[in-house]
């Protein structure tokens, strides 16, 4: 009985270090290159398959990230609306931890809520405020808006305390970075804390160096292979390996064989159609799948390699998790702990991530482009337009460069 309570602690403490583990971070615009604010989202979690859905149930349209089996869409994880409001969260496992009840896991639902009426970072409070109590909620929600706030809410059943990522005495490099832990919570009954490290480094010689924008974070961060512990990056050391296997342990590094997604929201400067905030998705698995953008001034048909059309799958997500299998071929046992760094990065470039950076680096490019001819005027069917190109132009990337 004993070796079996012991076992199952140590599958409990896996289960909760990895799933709905998510490494997150927002950036005040007053810091970015182009003075417009960010929001990260590196998604950890049991729901493989993930989907962008637009909705027209609020005050407010918005995009959301969506499990792909929650057809309705009754839960968001990260999104932005059309007032240029945007939101999404990471657990936290060291509040409530006196809590008996079962009403719990209420986040999805929180920020769906939000999004459909809040249009402000103060909105946002209020709205939190005038919920019941307890909130159901444990969670780290980090929420930027058209005004330039920006700002992470540590929330727990009771209420929030708010950390302004425009204040340098919280924030003294305009950016602030959150894993599972609360910085008020219970000491060191949270997890991420190796994940915060890592992001932190990354953060902190971007900021040095002034690239501390949204290409950087998608392309450098939500596929980093550094491990701050063991002060290793192996995404450097596979630039030597052959093509062949070698493989690591991807344990506690920001992509894991976990991370089912991204997201970053490029936010507007103050006075910029909040419409054009920018929503970054990386569906499946980050080191295997091209980052997307959308746009709520797009209208409500989104690329169609994004959403999930007669219930399946987005076709992106099946692609990138597909691709995936290639990083992680031992299937029995412990195997899933365990990378083939050289199917993602190899010294005859011929890895899936080096694959797919020329790729990605073509819609950053086309993206800044549209965005640059948008400024003076747009129209949902310019958006369109480009959307059609996005499909046609990722999908036929990945025929010819993997199938």
């Not at 027209?56 to 990230?65: S, V």
């Not at 602030?176 to 804390?193: E, P, Q």
């Not at 046609?392 to 025929?399: A, D, I």
Request: glycine letters at 8%; one cysteine or more; proline letters at 3%.
């Amino acid at each position: 009985m004993a070796k079996f309570i012991i076992s199952f602690l140590i599958i409990l403490s896996y289960t909760i270090n990895t799933i709905n583990a998510c490494t997150t971070a927002i950036v005040s615009g007053k810091y970015t290159p182009d003075g417009r604010p960010i929001l990260w989202k590196h998604r950890d979690s049991d729901f493989e398959q993930n989907k962008l859905m637009y909705f027209t149930d609020g005050k407010y349209d918005y995009i959301g990230l969506v499990n792909t089996e929650d057809i309705l869409g009754e839960q968001v994880w990260a999104g932005t609306n059309s007032a240029g409001f945007s939101i999404m969260n990471a657990a936290l496992y060291d509040v409530n931890l006196d809590y008996e009840g079962d009403y719990k896991d209420r986040e999805g639902f929180v920020m769906k809520m939000a999004l459909q009426q809040c249009a402000t970072l103060e909105d946002f409070e209020k709205f939190i405020a005038g919920l019941p109590k307890p909130l159901g909620v444990a969670a780290n929600f980090g929420v930027i808006d058209a005004n330039g706030g920006a700002a992470y809410y540590e929330t727990d059943n009771n209420g929030f305390i708010k950390f302004d990522a425009n204040d340098s005495r919280v924030a003294p490099n305009g950016y602030l970075i959150r894993t599972n832990h609360a910085f008020t919570g219970v000491k060191d009954k949270g997890y991420g804390y190796i994940r915060y490290e890592n992001a932190h480094s990354l953060f902190s010689n971007a900021f040095a160096t002034n690239q501390l924008n949204y290409q950087t974070i998608i392309s450098k961060f939500s596929r980093s292979l550094y491990h701050s512990l063991l002060n290793t990056d192996y995404g450097i050391l596979a630039e030597n390996y052959p093509e062949g296997q070698k493989f690591i342990s991807a344990e506690d590094m920001i992509v894991r064989n976990s991370s089912v997604s991204a997201v970053v929201i490029h936010g507007v400067k103050k006075g910029e159609a909040p419409e054009l905030t920018t929503m970054w998705t990386v569906l499946g698995y980050p080191l295997t799948t091209v980052a997307v953008p959308v746009w709520i001034k797009g209208g409500k048909k989104l690329p169609e390699i994004v959403v999930s059309k007669n219930n399946q799958n987005a076709p992106i997500c099946d692609i990138g998790l597909k691709l995936k299998k290639r990083c992680y071929p031992i299937e029995r046992g412990s195997g899933y702990k365990y990378m083939d760094i050289t199917a993602v990065i190899n010294r005859n470039n011929t890895g899936i991530l080096q694959k797919i950076k020329p790729i990605e680096e073509n819609v950053f490019n086309e993206t800044e482009t549209k965005l640059n001819e948008w400024k003076e005027d747009v129209k949902t069917e310019n958006i369109q337009e480009f959307y059609k190109w996005l499909d046609e132009f990722v999908m036929k990337e990945y025929k010819k460069n993997f199938f």
